[in-house]
């Protein structure tokens, strides 16, 4: 897939590596700055050029017109319109995804109609990540919470304790834990390597274990794992940006919110959008401050300034003047896995959200949904089965006479209304949604040509 990327800023780049890792991509990523391009074009297997995003001629020579898809991801919202704009009229590219950040836009979805502007896929890092903290607010005890099938099912990371009834024992009693429950264990990470889970695998203190089930289970299933944590009640935001203010909007009716910001422009803008949060004016990374704010009584510090050493430095300070669990904001992929796990509980990288978002779109066969897994060595995947027997190697099949590739199982099917959980004599169905998780990204190409229709 030839594939143009416009905008070298952490987002871009980070999309870029990511598609540029499949051998099938042809990745061209676009910016202003030669020296950003060449430092990129020396550690990166794709190909750059420099220009103005918008201009015709730049995206010609970026290869527009054989492109099967064009990402806009400056930081300049106008600027992605107008080049999704141009691709379309000029160059009649496929696919145009464009990273949209004023909200504003998104309260008149009719702009986007195709005979107004052409734009097909709307990206809001800022608002993916503001989904993400929420689901993980909403479930103190996740590490991660993620979606599928339009919200009917739940893929759900927790890290495995001593306390965990299912701790030290095989999955296969998970059933007898919980009679009438649908649940799975889709993957088990034990030192951030994979685990394919079996019946007879144990669960082991420190393990990160992802299951599948729907929302209403998701705290029985919990209770195996770990000791429950009391739901969040006092919530701690620093950094009044687009997420911060976003957070805070969504939580306040809910939770006893706080918001530090540093500057007195944003910080009265929040002020004046903000109905029941508090916003302080200061340094979230000011010991007297936070202490004045009885930062030990603070069940959440969520740090989401734009600036990755103040929001990790913050969060530490936080977490030892006694807040209960920490988070921060990292927009340096580097960052992420050196700093979660330790002092801050969870870091957030608007990076995996961002590619998450458009993966779906990458992916061949009816992918409805991509989202990655620990910083991207895996991924599960929400695709729809069509066909039937003869035309397709799933449809009509049980799943143990389906040919997954080593490292790939299906955790469950929805179908309709109803979760699934996936069983070896399970019968596919067309229309189907299988919820897939793929250990190795090198056998993606397998598990696509899977869901690929075959000509009679």
């Given at each position: 897939m030839k594939i143009i990327i416009l905008g070298a800023g952490q987002i871009g780049i980070t999309v870029a590596r990511h598609l540029a890792s499949e051998p099938r991509n042809e990745v061209t990523l676009l910016d202003e700055r030669s020296d950003v391009l060449q430092e990129l074009q020396d550690r990166l297997d794709i190909r750059t050029v420099q220009g103005h995003a918008p201009h015709p001629q730049v995206l010609?020579?970026?290869?527009?017109?054989?492109?099967?898809?064009?990402?806009?991801?400056?930081?300049?919202?106008?600027?992605?319109?107008?080049?999704?704009?141009?691709?379309?009229?000029?160059?009649?590219?496929?696919?145009?995804?464009?990273?949209?950040?004023?909200?504003?836009?998104?309260?008149?979805?009719?702009?986007?109609?195709?005979?107004?502007?052409?734009?097909?896929?709307?990206?809001?890092?800022?608002?993916?990540?503001?989904?993400?903290?929420?689901?993980?607010?909403?479930?103190?005890?996740?590490?991660?919470?993620?979606?599928?099938?339009?919200?009917?099912?739940?893929?759900?990371?927790?890290?495995?304790?001593?306390?965990?009834?299912?701790?030290?024992?095989?999955?296969?009693?998970?059933?007898?834990?919980?009679?009438?429950?649908?649940?799975?264990?889709?993957?088990?990470?034990?030192?951030?390597?994979?685990?394919?889970?079996?019946?007879?695998?144990?669960?082991?203190?420190?393990?990160?274990?992802?299951?599948?089930?729907?929302?209403?289970?998701?705290?029985?299933?919990?209770?195996?794992?770990?000791?429950?944590?009391?739901?969040?009640?006092?919530?701690?935001?620093?950094?009044?940006?687009n997420i911060g203010r976003r957070l805070a909007k969504v939580l306040e009716s809910r939770y006893q919110v706080k918001l530090i910001e540093k500057n007195p422009v944003s910080a009265a803008r929040a002020a004046e959008q903000l109905a029941h949060t508090t916003v302080l004016l200061g340094d979230a990374g000011d010991e007297d401050l936070l202490l004045?704010?009885?930062?030990?009584?603070?069940?959440?510090?969520?740090?989401?300034?734009?600036?990755?050493?103040?929001?990790?430095?913050?969060?530490?300070?936080?977490?030892?003047?006694?807040?209960?669990?920490?988070?921060?904001?990292?927009?340096?992929?580097?960052?992420v896995g050196l700093v979660e796990g330790g002092r801050i509980d969870i870091a957030v990288s608007p990076q995996r959200a961002t590619i998450s978002g458009v993966l779906a779109h990458v992916r061949r066969g009816d992918v409805v949904k991509v989202h990655m897994l620990r910083h991207g060595t895996a991924e599960i995947i929400e695709a729809v089965v069509h066909g039937n027997r003869i035309t397709s190697q799933v449809v009509d099949r049980r799943i143990e006479e389906v040919r997954l590739p080593a490292g790939t199982t299906i955790a469950a099917?929805?179908?309709?209304?109803?979760?699934?959980?996936?069983?070896?004599?399970?019968?596919?169905?067309?229309?189907?949604?299988l919820i897939l998780f793929l250990a190795d990204k090198k056998r993606l190409a397998e598990v696509e040509r899977l869901f690929q229709l075959s000509v009679v």
């Amino acid at each position: 897939m030839k594939i143009i990327i416009l905008g070298a800023g952490q987002i871009g780049i980070t999309v870029a590596r990511h598609l540029a890792s499949e051998p099938r991509n042809e990745v061209t990523l676009l910016d202003e700055r030669s020296d950003v391009l060449q430092e990129l074009q020396d550690r990166l297997d794709i190909r750059t050029v420099q220009g103005h995003a918008p201009h015709p001629q730049v995206l010609a020579q970026a290869g527009a017109e054989d492109a099967d898809m064009l990402m806009a991801l400056t930081t300049n919202d106008e600027v992605n319109i107008l080049a999704c704009q141009v691709a379309d009229a000029l160059f009649h590219t496929p696919t145009k995804i464009a990273r949209i950040s004023a909200m504003e836009y998104f309260n008149y979805p009719r702009l986007f109609h195709k005979e107004i502007l052409a734009v097909d896929v709307l990206i809001s890092p800022e608002q993916l990540v503001t989904e993400y903290i929420q689901r993980i607010i909403e479930d103190p005890n996740a590490l991660q919470v993620l979606d599928f099938a339009r919200g009917r099912v739940h893929l759900v990371a927790a890290k495995a304790y001593h306390e965990g009834p299912l701790v030290g024992q095989q999955l296969k009693i998970l059933s007898e834990h919980m009679p009438g429950i649908d649940t799975r264990v889709a993957a088990i990470f034990r030192h951030g390597q994979p685990i394919i889970p079996h019946g007879d695998t144990i669960v082991e203190p420190g393990d990160e274990v992802f299951f599948i089930t729907a929302q209403q289970h998701i705290r029985a299933v919990m209770c195996e794992l770990r000791r429950l944590e009391e739901p969040f009640k006092r919530i701690l935001l620093a950094g009044a940006g687009n997420i911060g203010r976003r957070l805070a909007k969504v939580l306040e009716s809910r939770y006893q919110v706080k918001l530090i910001e540093k500057n007195p422009v944003s910080a009265a803008r929040a002020a004046e959008q903000l109905a029941h949060t508090t916003v302080l004016l200061g340094d979230a990374g000011d010991e007297d401050l936070l202490l004045e704010e009885h930062i030990e009584h603070t069940d959440l510090f969520c740090a989401v300034t734009n600036d990755d050493e103040a929001n990790i430095l913050s969060a530490m300070l936080a977490k030892e003047l006694g807040a209960r669990k920490v988070m921060a904001l990292i927009n340096r992929p580097a960052y992420v896995g050196l700093v979660e796990g330790g002092r801050i509980d969870i870091a957030v990288s608007p990076q995996r959200a961002t590619i998450s978002g458009v993966l779906a779109h990458v992916r061949r066969g009816d992918v409805v949904k991509v989202h990655m897994l620990r910083h991207g060595t895996a991924e599960i995947i929400e695709a729809v089965v069509h066909g039937n027997r003869i035309t397709s190697q799933v449809v009509d099949r049980r799943i143990e006479e389906v040919r997954l590739p080593a490292g790939t199982t299906i955790a469950a099917i929805v179908r309709g209304e109803q979760l699934l959980i996936a069983h070896h004599d399970t019968l596919i169905q067309p229309e189907d949604h299988l919820i897939l998780f793929l250990a190795d990204k090198k056998r993606l190409a397998e598990v696509e040509r899977l869901f690929q229709l075959s000509v009679v």
